[in-house]
């Protein structure tokens, strides 16, 4: 199957557990959704079968309130079935509105408080080392999480480890809880930094399927012994134009009427 109908399965999944609650998390699931299918249908050796395989790439989601994104890609993995999407943020479900790894299988780590996820992979990828497993681990984490210090002593402390197994995956939708990212401590213009704490580091089009592709690539195979970054610029609710427009996407309630909409445009959509 192609990464391009991945991604759009991946968007449909998230689009139908939205439908569930009315309202959430969805404009992030979708600005994500092309970062999770080249992570899980590219990049990333796992097993369906058996989300705790030891030598599976680990994929840790710093930004728990993304959950409903990874929730789409894990379905479309095959690690949760999809008819788990009714439940999606009701009482016993295993798929709760924000991420918890003691719910969920292939929900790594239970992200939020925000600035946290970082420094769980560094230690995380540091102890890979240590018992010589080669997995990699992917860290997504958003530009909100740039304005918080402890990710910054992450930073750091995976240069001085030398982490070449561990690849950072920032989503610059330049939208935080507050407002714009870029009003806030994200200016953008971010790679620099990251170069300068020693890290491989490179910026993409975090929507183009192609583009990824070609920087997960490079972060994989890069021959210097630092840890990798992948800034990707990517756009809220990507991929529904009535949603795209919106003022503010951070937490979207969705009409009855205009989930209809938005799974009709997405099918007009679907990739052969
Ligand atoms: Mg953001």
Known sequence: MSLMRRAWAIRRH???MGEVQGQGYIGQALGVADILAVSYFH???FRADNSEWEQRDRFYLSIGHYAIGLYAALIEAGILPEDEIATYGMDDSRMPMSGM???TPGMEITGGSLGHGLGIAVGAALGLKRKKNTAII???LSDGELGEGSTWEAVMSATQWQLDNLIAIVDFNNQQADGPSRSALAQ???LPKWEAFG???QEVDGNDLDALMVAFDAARHHPEPCPRVIICNTKMCCGISFLEAREKTHFIRVE???WAKALLEHEEKKPL
Do not use: K, R, T
């Open 199 to 201: 890290w491989f580091a």
């Open 101 to 103: 790894a003691a719910y």
């Open 43 to 45: 990049a990333m050796n």
């Open 256 to 258: 009855p009427d205009e």
């Open 138 to 140: 992917y860290n997504l």
């Open 14 to 16: 998230a689009l139908l």
């Open 188 to 190: 953008g213009n971010e």
